[in-house]
């Protein structure tokens, strides 16, 4: 979530609207760090930079056709050409991806988790003059694939009651596992899976040109439409039947930088940048229990548990509404002190303003007005509503120096502040007595301290060598965590107190004679909880006495101390005039040590 998308300088305000088939990338830049002094909306831990290729005035084509194994085939296409002279050019490009299931479903005995993409994208670069280019740009992908299962990994004992361990639970059920082993690949879910995306936008981008610099607009619209459904116990019982979310996303981005020269050794670049996104959803969110869910309400104190049809066909329908509005200003500086040190300071200037109005409601199971009947209706599903409006004023920044010590090396050192606004949770809260955690709405704004120092050098032509050493911490970190409540079973946003994350990378690449090129690199990450006195419990400590433990000192989950990647890649080049051939072949491993999957 710390990282930004951006494509053609339009941002990507939902990581799920990322997983398409890029056609036509000419570049990706990865920065890393703090970003939010060049462009756009800020980011704390970096974004993806990526620019396409742009129409040209002379008519060009290509094809592409990947296979693979499960099936996989993938089909690409461009067409590009003038229109009108030299002034009006177009590219049109498509993407078309399909793969088999990698996962097979015994029940139906069919497979799961196939692709089935298709992605177009269309370009008209408008020159009226040489210092003026206008670029509309638009793009539409379709997804079908039929679900992102998952298989039975294994099984962690609780302190709940005996009765509510999951091997008891499957032998009252009299159900047994398709397999124990993840590596079968077998499931026998009874909930039909897929993952339905639609999503697509406009963009206008102004390129002007001045004496001494130039001037960009950025005009977007973007779209994304979100239509699940999910086994979401993940086996071939009913304990819930039906998980559905489906949602549409807008937004609408407007950016005006510019960037040039105001002496010779001071260059500026500045820019303003508004944006708009609301998320509703289509209808509402579906989430309902079946015929096995009783074993969640199941006691020794009452038989009422045993009512027959007490929680058949229960379920909750959600209705949220999210509203965002984003500005900035921002700038920084390229100051040349001398032909060896250079310095960049930079800052920006951020307002946000959220709202969110989340509206829950039960429905189905027996119709009772019979209260400890009800209560235990409720302690599976209950009705919730609340909202939140809130708005916050941020100012970040950050200066970079950079000296050459020699033509072939130099150093350098940075000093980041970062932010991630303040966050409202869209989904259901944890209760207390009954009723909603209504503070827990608002997650608060994060902050990030990042340092860095390194080393870039070439120690010759064909060789490059560089050193970095970094370390971050992020105050009120942002983060996604579990309930053990059904409502909240994708887990909601919170804050730790402080986190931090330092490290080295070490980054080397070398070209052997005129056919050969190699490289490599080796991190060391660690990353902990400096302070989070409130986590929820671990899985392992679900259904004890306490909610939340002190979780201080303990890992990051997903990061690994140890990563390390290498590849080595051979070529040549048949000379033609007519016919001009290259030939490659490659190779590229990487390595990661373990790392927690768990935030407690």
Known sequence: NGVGFYVDGVYFARAAATSLDFIDINQIEVLRGPQGTLFGKNTTAGAFNITSKKPTNNFTGSIEQSFGNYAFSQTRGTVSGPIISNKLAFRFSFSGTNREGTIKNVRNDSKTNTLNNLGFRGQILFTPKENLSITLIGDYTRQRPDGYALVYAGTAPTLRPQYRQFESIISDLNYDLPSINPFDRIIDHDTKWKSNQDMGGISLNIENKLKRGSLNSITAWRTWKWDPSNDRDFTGLQALAKSQAPSIHHQFSQEIRYNGEISKKLDIVVGVFAF???????????????????RFVQNSQSPLWQTPGLLDGYGIRTMPSFRNFSSALYFQLDWKISNKFVIYPGIRLNYDQKSVDFKRETYGGLQ?????????????????SFSANIDDWNVSGQLTFNYKIHNRIRIYSNLSVGFKPVGLNLGGLPTENGLPMVELAVVKPERVHHYELGVKSEPNKQSTLNLTFFNTDVYNYQTNVNSQELGVNRGYLSNAKQVRVFGAELEFSYSILKHLRFNTSLSYTDGKYVSFENAPVPLEEAGGAQNYKDISGQVLPGISKWASSAGIEAFTNLKSKKFPVEFFIGFDSFYRSTFSSNPT
């Open 276 to 294: 708009y996104q609301k998320l509703d959803a289509i209808g509402a969110h579906v989430e309902e229990s079946g015929r096995d869910q009783w």
């Open 368 to 384: 009772t007005d019979d209260p400890n009947l009800l209560k235990l209706k409720n302690s599976v599903y209950s009705n919730q």
